[in-house]
C-alpha cells in the first residue's frame, strides 16, 4: 500500500465498495486525498503521511484509558481495558467513577493481577492492554478517572443495553398510523401552511378512529431570517425545532396582546392569511413574515407582562431555558447573528460569510454580541420555547386518547455546514465533505445532500454527545423515531470538496457502539425506534440492526423477488415498519399512472433516452404483478381492477393495495397522507432543487375535511378490520 492508502486504511476509509449491480468500485485517490486533508492531515510529504498513520495506530496503546469505554450492561462483568507499560505492571491505580446522578464509587487495582490481552512494542517500550473489572453500574453516561503513579487520565464510561424500546412493549397489537408532511396540512387556522395548532387537531381527529401513530418529516430547525431554505432533511441543527410550526394563535399571551390583535383582525392581514391559504404551493417567505411579525409583538409583550412581572408563564419559560441550558443558548445566538450579518449582506447565508471573528463561538467578539443583544437571543428562545409547547401539548393529547405510539418523528442525516450546529462545535465535523449515496438505478450520478459529516474519531471521544443530543431532543416528545439512512451508522459515503458524487469513498463508523447509544435513549425515552435501511445495504447490516432492536423500513416498491414479483404480506419480517412508499418516492396514485416517470422524462433526469423508455415499459408489467399479488391475496377482484391502458387509479386499487399491507405481520404500517386522499404527485424529487415544487405542495383539502374522503374513509375501515385496536 502507498503511504496515502496506509493512512487511508487507519482512519477507516475503504478501498472499495460494491455498488447496487454487484460490481466492485475502487476507491478514487484524489477523492481521497482531498477528504483526508479535510480531516486535517499533514499530506505534504510521505513522511509526514506515515507519521500521522504511524500516531494513530499508537494513540490507543499510549493513552492509560480510552477517551471512551462503552460497557454491556447485560455483560456478567462491567470491564474496560487499560494500556500500561510493562514498567509500570507492579503499581497499584487508584480509580474513580462518577455516576450521572453524581454520585461517585472509589476503588484500588494492583495491575499485577490484570488479566493481559494483548502488547505491542512502541518505539521500544512494551505496552500491555490489560482488563480492568469495576463494579456492576447503572446503565447511563459516567466519568472513569484513573490515577497511576500521580499521573491522571479520564473517559466517558457508558453503560448501555443492546436492544431498543419495542414496539411490543407500546402495544400488543399489529399498529397503524398515518404519516403527514406537516407543512402540507391545511385547516381553517392556518397561515399559509401547517402548524402545530394543525398537528394536535389531526391528532385528536385521528385517534378518534383507529390510529396509533402520526408520522410527520424532521421538525429540525432551520434558518428563521432565511424561510427559503425549505428542505427538512437540512436543517441548521438536529436540536430543538423549526419555529415556524408555531401556531401563534395559540401562544399564551395572543389573545390578551392588543398590539398583535390589532394586526391580525385588521383586513390587510386577514386578507394575506386568505391569499396564503389559497396557494397550492407554500410560500415559506409569506407565512415567515405573516408569523414573525406577530410573534415579534408577542415577544415584546411577554417581556412587559410576564418577564418583568415574573408570572408563572414566565418561569415556565425560564423553566425550559435552564433545562435546555447551553445548547439553546448557541442556537439563540447563533440565529441572532444570522439575523444580524444579513442585514449587513443579505447573501450572508451562514457561519462562513461572517468575519472570521464571529466565526468561533467563543472569541470576544461573540462573547461581546451576546451582551449587546441579549433581548434578540432572548426572542430566538422564546421561540423555541414556544415551538416546544406545542408539540409538547400534541403528544400529550395522543396519549391521552389512548395511542400507544403517538407521534413518529424522524431524524435527519446530518447537518447543513453553514449552520448553528456545525458553528458550535467545527473541530467535530469535516468541513468541505459532504454525505451523499452512490449512483444507483434512481440517481445514476450519485447523490450529494450538502450535509457536513461528522468525523467518526470526534464523535467517539466526545462520548457520542453530538449524537445523544439529537436522539434525546427527537424523543423528547416521541412514541417513534425514524432514523434517515441508518446505513450511514455503520458507513457513510463521503463525498470530497470539489469532486462528484460518483467519486465518493465510503467510511466506517463504530455501529455498535452507536446503536446502544440508540437502545439506551430509545428505552429512556419509551421510543420506538425505525432504521431506513433503503439502498445499498452492507452484507450482514440486516442482522445486526434486529439484533438491536430497530424496526426495518419495509417500502411495497422495493420488496420483490429478483423475478420482479411482489412478496406476498407474509414474507415481511414482523420486525419492520411497512408502507407504500416514501417522501423520496412517488405516490401509490403517481406510481400506478406513471407521474413519477413523466416528472423524470421533463426534468432530464435520465442519462439517456433508453433508459427512460425501459423504466416506462417496465412499468406496465410491474402494474400486471401488482393485480397479481393483490388478486392473489384476495383483496381485488378481478371485476374491481383498473383500467391498465390508459393506466387509471381507482378506489378499489388503493383501499386493496393498503389491505395488502395490512396483512404484514410487521408491526407498524404507516400510510402516507398522500395515498389516504389518492393524490399524484410526490413531495420531493431527488436531485432537483426549484425545479419541482419539492417540500412546498399543500393538502388540497382541511383536516376537518379528512374524514369526508371517500379514500380516507376506505382506509379507515380497511384498517381497522385487518389490525384492530387491542
Known sequence: MTPLQQLADVVGFHPSYKDCYGNMVQANQQALQSLLQAMGYDLNSDEAILASAQELKNKSWLTLLPAMSM????APQHTVTLSVAAQDIAQTIQWQITLESGEALTGEQALSVLNKVDEQDVDGVLYQKLTLVLPHIEEGYHQLAIELDGLNSTGHLIVAPKTCYSPNEAADYRMWGLAAQLYSLKSDNSWGMGDFGDLKSLVEQSAKRGVTAIGLNPLHPLYPNNPGHISPYSPTSRCFLNTLYIDVTSVPN?????AAQDVVSSDDFKQQVEQANSQEFIDYPHAAHLKYQVLELLYQDFITEHLDKNTDVAKQYQAFCNEMGDDLFELATFDALYEHFRKIDFHAYGWKKWPVEYQDPHSPEVEQFKLE???????????QWLADSQIAAAASSAKANDMPVGLYMDLAVGCDGSGAEVWADKHSYVSGAAVGAPPDAMNTLGQDWGLTPINPVALQEQGYLPLVKALRSNMRHAGALRIDHVLGLMRQYWVAPGMGA?????????????FRIIALESRRNKCVVIGEDLGNVPDGFGEIMAEAGLLSYKVLFFERW??????????????????VSTHDLSTMAGWWTGNDLKWRQELN???NEQMGQDERNGRVTDREQLLAALEHEGVLHNDEFPSLSPATMNNALSRAVQAFLAKAPSRILLVPLEDALGLHEQVNIPGTVDEHPNWRRRMPITIEEFWQHIDMNNLVDVMNKERPKG
Request: net charge negative; with cysteine.
Open 71 to 74: 460497557v454491556k450492561s447485560e
Open 254 to 258: 395572543f389573545a390578551s396582546c392588543q
Open 373 to 383: 443583544h441579549a433581548e434578540r437571543i432572548g426572542y430566538f428562545q422564546f421561540l
Open 502 to 514: 460518483d467519486e465518493g469513498i465510503y467510511i466506517t463508523f463504530p455501529l455498535d457502539e452507536i
Open 562 to 579: 429478483d423475478s420482479g414479483l411482489f412478496f406476498r404480506p407474509e414474507i415481511y419480517p414482523e420486525q419492520s415498519m411497512v408502507t
Open 605 to 607: 433526469l435520465y442519462p
